[in-house]
């Protein structure tokens, strides 16, 4: 069956050092791949697509990577703040739009 | 900047009855979308809807779940008889057209709860 993996409920880390969040799946051949950040009770907003010909895309402080061998996305953000405090959620197009159940990133200051 | 929006905010309903939920994508998107998230789990797919019919459904979008654009701005999700499980935040979704590229902006969401 089709899964997607985020692969820590929580990360903590130190203001100003780089969080990598990791997404791997099975059982996809997914034509691109996104990033959400997710605040509590609101909804998703996008914040990066990468697509299946790309390795790397970049967006100001943010980087994902797709590695479609390994079957796996890393999304960095680098010097980080205590703002980007929230849970982010990685979602595969399969026919519909499936998310991970999202990695809930903590930035202490 | 253009915005999702959704309606009501918050709805409190009794097992058994019927609720709507409405939503009003982005004026000039095409393809629109209904997610639900359990508190404290991931965003489920429900359903995709271009050009007047259901495009894709999960297997949650059962009999019980209907959808609805009954004019040019709303685009609506009915639950005929709920059940407790039923209680969740929904979300509405839009995009542009479809294509890698698009961006898929989200509502703000309302929060379902079934007593």
Known sequence: SQKIEQNSEALNIQEGKTATLTCNYTNYSPAYLQWYRQDPGRGPVFLLLIRENEKEKRKERLKVTFDTTLKQSLFHITASQPADSATYLCALEGGDMRFGAGTRLTVKP | ?115
């Not at chain 2, 918050?10 to 058994?16: A, E, F, K, P, R």
């Not at chain 2, 009915?78 to 059940?83: E, G, M, Q």
């Open chain 2, 1 to 115: 900047e253009p915005e999702v929006t959704q309606t009501p905010s918050h709805q409190v309903t009794q097992m058994g009855q019927e609720v709507i939920l409405r939503c009003v994508p982005i004026s000039n998107h095409l393809y629109f979308y209904w997610y639900r998230q359990i508190l404290g789990q991931k965003v489920e797919f429900l359903v995709s809807f271009y050009n007047n019919e259901i495009s894709e459904k999960s297997e949650i979008f059962d009999d019980q779940f209907s959808v609805e654009r009954p004019d040019g701005s709303n685009f609506t999700l009915k639950i005929r008889s709920t059940k407790l499980e039923d209680s969740a935040m929904y979300f509405c979704a839009s995009i542009l057209g479809q294509g890698a590229a698009d961006t898929q902006y989200f509502g703000p969401g309302t929060r379902l709860t079934v007593l």
